[in-house]
């Protein structure tokens, strides 16, 4: 392929994608097979590496992520974002619209009703139809610079359609979508992180990943509501008058934004008073949470009459919906144990029709809250059900408790082993000790052993994993390796899970594979408790093999950096069990990496000791010690008189720099230190 024809299929190709992202994204159609849309989207990735000038900056590779944020830019908007004033009443939006209508003093005009989406406020700069930068609300004045994670959400269009305006804003809601949400939440869950709290927090926390390719892995949406214009504008884009909220809104639909649709017109307080009424009912059905509605003044020229108070527009209010509550009997108490043994009580109720569904069951969180709640038998319980999906328990009905009715006490036995409960100190709940008896832990700890950034071994989900269990091949994480296709072929017949010939194969291969998966790796799919990614790392790091780490007194696992006392005395107790040893011996046998192995890459920074301060652009702070380490030099942390170089990213604190200088140590820049090791 010559330039020009790589440069013309390179513009082919991102607009062919673009166009069926769009229609898959906004419009829920596929024009093509997942497979073709994959071999289109590497085919262009290729290309783009291959010829890296010809490559769009708006091109939907850049929609995969890749781009690592150290620190999120702080960023001043250009128009404050504001917040609404809002109300539970709606004698207060009646209020509202008779102010306005007074001060309009008659003027004719509309309003627009939109839903409040709960989720996180975003603006978006567009110059010449491109995306160029993505801001949190933040405190209304400064937000982070989130644009690396923003081009990863589909709904945002990274180049805009049609007649747009050459540089102005758009503002709107990211929100994680429920479906989408639990599935996060439950893999979260297999891989042993702490599930968020709801959909909220969850679109917060992506929005702020370092990670720009696990923020594309949430599948979050980004609705516009919010288009702000300069007021040198054409006040028409075709036909669509942009005078209008309502019709900016139509406009970004035509530049390609997602735009909700179920905004509407609203001439009067009877249509508002619907509009609320309907949703307030509705709004279960919904694909993600809202928590309101918003009314605006359509007509945006009165927006300046209408000017502001200290700190909202007075052209628009938001009415918020009320939780719903029931009170129903409680009929029992039962408890869950998790993947990691913590046991949940979980109130079983009398069904209840709450917010769209039958509530049959709700969480009782942990031993504190059932006993703040100081639940007896047969309480009525009061349920909520508010924004989010999730019934939560907001307390007892006390008027209904009958006199003689018993207090009920927390389990002290583990419901699935019986095994006696213990309390970890300053803890609210209990959990179960026996990790490798107890059926949910010891499911939970294989799901968390074959998981992604553990062996990624994929092709074993939980339903498999709960076969082998139950056909007796699988008692421990060792039992994986001695697996034969024999025992496999035929598994679960008529299940969802059933594993054929093509199945155990791939197993097998995906288990064979990850034998090479690297030491640190292997530690953390150990799921010792408290040993996560990063602190496997330093131990593998530190102790080099594992029987360093086996024998290793808990003064030394406390000393590794970023292993606390009580992660130091988990790692101890862990090895010094028997059964533990055992399972790491079989591991040994079959082949798994047992030891950091050393990618040396060069020699050039052989016998040099250097210090690493501050942040860089291209590198992690430990992606760039284990860069100094790859090339044979040897990554320290304080300046002595033995130190080669002081490498100085951005923000190095001032101590260093001034011992640096005192005792005469020469310091690196990111690209001195680039051109260093290319040399
Ligand atoms: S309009 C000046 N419309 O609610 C008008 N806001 O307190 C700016 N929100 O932080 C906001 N859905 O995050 C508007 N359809 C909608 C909205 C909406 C959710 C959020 C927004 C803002 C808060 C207002």
């Not at 994993?465 to 390796?481: H, P, Q, W």
């Not at 330093?538 to 970023?562: H, S, T, W």
Request: glycine share 8%.
């Amino acid at each position: 392929m010559t330039p020009v024809e790589a440069q013309k299929r390179i513009a082919e190709l991102t607009e062919l994608i673009d166009r069926y992202n769009h229609e898959y994204y906004m419009n829920d159609r596929s024009l093509v097979s997942d497979y073709e849309f994959d071999a289109l989207l590497r085919e262009l990735m290729d290309l783009e590496r291959a010829y890296p000038d010809y490559a769009l900056p708006t091109s939907p590779t850049r929609r995969v992520g890749g781009e690592v944020n150290k620190t999120f830019k702080q960023v001043e908007h250009r128009f404050p974002m504001l917040s609404l004033g809002n109300t539970y009443s709606i004698a207060e939006i009646e209020d509202f619209e008779s102010r306005t209508r007074k001060l309009l003093d008659g003027t004719a005009f509309s309003y627009t009703c939109e839903l409040k989406y709960d989720g996180v406020a975003i603006g978006l700069t567009y110059r010449h139809g491109e995306l160029v930068q993505a801001v949190t609300r933040g405190n209304g004045t400064v937000g982070d610079d989130i644009t690396a994670n923003a081009r990863t959400i589909p709904t945002i269009p990274l180049k805009l359609k049609g007649d747009y305006p050459d540089d102005f804003e758009v503002r709107g809601e990211v929100v994680y979508p429920f479906e989408a949400f639990e599935a996060m939440n439950r893999q979260r869950e297999a891989e042993g992180d702490e599930p968020f709290a709801n959909p909220r927090n969850a679109a917060s926390g992506s929005l702020k990943l370092q990670d720009s390719a696990e923020c594309a892995r949430r599948k979050l949406l980004f609705c516009a509501y919010f288009v702000m214009l300069p007021e040198t504008e054409a006040s028409t884009v075709g036909d669509t008058p942009l005078s209008t909220h309502y019709g900016r809104l139509e406009a970004a639909k035509q530049w390609g934004f997602k735009v909700q649709p179920y905004i509407k017109e609203c001439r009067n307080i009877e249509d508002i008073r619907f509009f609320i009424d309907f949703w307030d009912k509705e709004r279960w059905e919904l694909p993600y949470g809202t928590d309101g509605v918003v009314i605006k003044v359509n007509q945006t020229d009165l927006w300046d009459r209408l000017g502001m108070t200290a700190k909202s527009p007075r052209w628009a209010i938001a009415y918020k919906f009320k939780a719903e509550q029931v009170s129903t009997p409680l009929e029992s108490v039962s408890y869950q144990v998790g993947r990691t043994g913590i046991v949940t009580p979980v109130a079983n109720m009398q069904p209840v029709w709450l917010g769209g569904t039958t509530v049959r069951r709700a969480t009782l969180n942990n031993a504190d809250f059932m006993a703040k709640l100081d639940l007896h038998e047969g309480d009525s319980l009061l349920v909520e059900k508010g924004g989010e999906i999730i019934p939560k328990i907001v307390g007892v009905d006390l008027s209904q408790r009958k006199p003689d009715a018993q207090p009920i006490a927390y389990t002290t036995v583990c419901p699935e082993c019986g095994t006696p409960l213990v309390r970890a100190e300053g803890e609210a709940g209990y959990y179960c000790p026996n990790q490798d008896g107890c059926l949910p832990q010891l499911l939970g700890h294989l799901e968390h052993f074959v998981s992604r950034k553990a062996m990624d071994i994929d092709s074993l989900g939980s339903e498999r994993l709960r076969l082998l269990y139950d056909a007796g091949l699988v008692r421990n994480v060792a039992d994986l390796y001695d697996l034969r296709r024999e025992q496999l072929i035929g598994l679960g017949t008529d299940t969802a899970a059933s594993i054929q010939e093509k199945g155990a194969d791939n197993i097998l291969r995906a288990v064979e594979q990850s034998k090479q998966v690297p030491f640190e790796r292997v530690l953390f799919a150990l799921g010792i408790r408290y040993v996560g990614e990063v602190g496997a790392k330093k131990l593998a790091r530190y102790f080099g093999n594992i029987d360093a780490l086996m024998q290793a007194p808990v003064m030394e696992l406390a000393m590794v950096e970023d292993v606390g006392d009580v992660t130091a005395m988990a790692v101890y107790d862990y090895f010094a069990d028997t059964a533990h040893r055992a399972v790491v011996d079989r591991l040994r046998a079959a082949g798994l990496q047992m030891q950091v192995v050393e990618n040396r890459v060069s020699n050039r920074l052989e016998g040099m000791t250097i210090v690493v301060s501050g942040v860089f652009e291209h590198f992690s702070r430990d992606e760039i010690k284990a860069s100094i380490e790859q090339h044979g030099g040897k990554a320290a942390g304080s300046i002595s008189g033995k130190t080669t170089y002081l490498l100085a990213g951005a923000k190095m604190g001032p101590e260093k720099l001034k011992k640096a200088e005192k005792l005469g140590v020469p310091i690196l820049t990111e690209e001195e230190y680039v051109k260093l090791i290319e040399s």
